[in-house]
Structures are given as C-alpha cells and as structure tokens.
C-alpha cells in the first residue's frame, strides 16, 4: 500500500462518478468500493502507449490510473504459435463493469460466492468486503494469477479461498453456491456452473464469441429444481476476455485455414455494418458458431469453423466475395430478415435456457419462439 491515505480521496472520486452516472445505486456497494484499495491489486499495468509501458508507482499517471474507471491490462502473453505479439491475459476490469454485475448478482449476507476467473483479485476482494471472506471463492486457470491475489488480498485485509482450476469446471470442492459470477467470457454457459449452484441461485455469465467479441451479452440465470438455467439477457457491448484453453495460449479467436482460389462474387441488400448491429449481431452469431471476423477500413471478412468464408463491403447494395464449402452471408441475410420481420429486437429482447442437452437462445419468454436453427448451408 501507499504510504499516505491519498487512495481514498481517489476511492471516494471513483465512487461519486459512478454515483452521477447512475451506476452505484445501492449504498451498500458504493460503501464496499470506497473501502478496498483498488491499487494494491495492481501495482504494475500496462498503458495505453504504443508500444505499452509497464507502469509502476513511481510513476507520476499510477494512482489516478488505479482509480480511474478504466480496464487495467496486467499481463500480457505471446501466443505459441504467434511468436512476437502479446496478447492481454488478464487485466483489472472497469469498476463501471465490475459494479454493474454486482448490482446484478443481488447477493444478500449469508450466500456463497463463487467467481470464475480471479485476475488481479480485485473483483474477489469487493465481494469479500460485503460478505466476508470465508463466503467467496475465487478460481482461475492460471496459477501465476491465483498467487499474486492471494497474496494482495491477504495484504489488503481479506482471506477467500483462491484458487488455480479451469474456470468451466467450476469448482466442486466449496459447492454448492447460491451465486456464480464469471469475470470471463464463454461461448457458451459451461454445464458444471448450473449443477454446482442452488436451486433457486443465479449464474452471471458473459457469453460472446471469441472472433466476433461485440456480440455478446450478460446472460442472468436462475437455476431451477429440473437442473435448468433460465433468465434474459443483458446487453453489454464489451466484456471480458475468453477463457483460455490452457496456461500458455491466450482466449483468442482460432484462426481457420480458408481456401481463396475459387472466388465467389455477388451483391447484397445487406452490409458488413449488420454484424455490428445490437441484436442482430447475437443472432447472426447463433446462426454462425465459431464465427470469426476481420473488420478493414471499407469492408469485413468472417470465417467459420469448416473453412467458409465471406468478405462484404459495409452498406447495401454490398459487394459479397465468398468461397470455401458453403456462402456463409446468405445466414446473415437470413438473421437480418427474421430481426426485420420482428421489429429490430435489441438483445435484451432475448434470454438463455441452459438444459443437460442444449442451450437454447429465446426470444421475449422461455416458452415462446425460439431463434430458428440455421437452413442447411447453401453452396
């Protein structure tokens, strides 16, 4: 910790502006934020420089930085089979962001906590100051991480249980939880967090894909006796970073060998700009699992997992070039339809039952439409 009591007025600042942005509406919370120092969490981050600076408290930008209402990236990794960039692991999200959830979990005294992906500890450290220590556990796949929280926590005061497990396994040893709250994004919402949580207790999952990051959503969900999940969800444009698949390989995209030697070409009543329209951009990612994009100044190209592929210019009339096994933007085409035929519905028109079998996208109630599967791919 600093030497002075400086961090609080920063604490203070950083709550007051959340509060005029209407974000810290329980008093509870806003309390919980003025008391846990944000900055013993991240004693080192990178800046927004090009290339990034690693800043440390000897710089003069730190302590407002720590408090500001800004994401913090703490680590960063080469991929081993991209030699030469790092990508960001693992950074201290934007306490609007981290707020907002919490607000959204509704937690009261007396529940057990579990969070999917630890970082910095910072996440696990406002919830400890609510309930106390020995109600959050906090997980993360990547044991470097998992040590240093522990060590800040127990710095700044708070004890939970920490520790290094794969995110989508939950984690059985403390189960079973009255809410599950995951720091990090999934595809889909992983089948041990619903058998690990009460009947009656709420996940908060971010779902987004990795290729296509905008076009997630916050699912909230209620666990039933059945041993389903159900509830809506909540926009949000950006989240956080995906799960990785092991310690060394960053949550990125999956990049997918497209072969280009026969080029398809024709016109479209729809754009690359549909792919970053709310709502739409949901559906178009349901109709295209595994969907990656590749936005350039005048047009987008996606691909898909079995190798399809197709580049649109950005407004209609739009110039589609495809190629591979199947023309992947006659699916867009089809999600832009059903979205215009249903009155332009924004993502919080929609929610997310989770069954052992399948996850099913709905639109408006659980037992009314569902979003259609996808026609057979045409070629």
């Not at 959830?101 to 906590?113: E, T």
């Not at 023309?327 to 028109?349: L, N, Y």
């Amino acid at each position: 910790m600093t030497n002075s009591d400086d961090w609080k007025a920063h604490a203070a600042a950083l709550i007051d502006q959340l509060a005029e942005q209407g974000i810290a509406t329980d008093p509870a919370w806003r309390q919980v934020v003025a008391t846990v120092p944000r900055h013993v969490f991240v004693p080192t981050f990178y800046s927004d420089d090009d290339p990034p600076q690693l800043l440390t408290a000897d710089d003069r930008r730190w302590l407002d930085l720590a408090y500001s209402d800004d994401t913090l990236v703490t680590q960063r990794k080469e991929h081993p089979d991209q030699p030469g960039f790092a990508w960001s692991t693992s950074s201290s999200t934007r306490p609007s962001l981290m707020l907002r959830m919490l607000h959204i979990l509704n937690v009261h005294d007396g529940m057990n906590v579990l969070e999917i992906g630890t970082g910095t500890g910072y996440n696990a450290a406002l919830l400890s100051e609510r309930l106390g220590s020995a109600r959050v556990t906090t997980v993360d796949i990547d044991p470097e991480l998992t040590d240093a929280a522990r060590v800040r926590l127990a710095q700044a005061g708070y004890t939970p249980t920490v520790a290094p497990h794969d995110g989508p396994q939950g984690y059985p040893p403390r189960a079973p939880y009255d809410r599950i709250i995951a720091t990090v994004a999934t595809e889909q919402v992983p089948r041990p967090w619903v058998e690990q949580t009460h009947p009656g207790g709420l996940i908060l999952a971010d779902i987004r894909p990795r290729g296509m990051t905008w076009a997630g959503a916050l699912a909230r969900l209620t666990v039933a006796d059945d041993g389903t999940a159900s509830g809506p969800l909540i926009s949000c444009t950006w989240g956080f970073m995906s799960t990785r698949p092991d310690v060394a390989r960053p949550g990125t995209p999956d990049m997918v060998p497209i072969d280009a030697t026969t080029v398809h070409t024709r016109t479209s009543e729809i754009g690359s700009d549909a792919l970053r329209t709310p709502g739409l951009s949901l559906l178009i990612w349901q109709r295209l699992p595994g969907i990656n994009a590749f936005p350039g100044p005048d047009s987008t190209q996606i691909t898909t997992p079995d190798g399809s592929w197709a580049k649109a210019t950005k407004t209609a009339p739009a110039k589609i070039e495809h190629g591979g096994p199947a023309d992947i933007w006659t699916q867009v085409e089809q999600a832009h339809k059903w979205w215009t035929d249903h009155g332009h519905p924004d993502v919080e028109s929609f929610g997310l039952t989770v069954s052992p079998n399948e996850q099913r996208l709905w639109y408006q109630a659980p037992d009314a439409e569902s979003w259609p599967a996808p026609d057979s791919p045409t070629t």
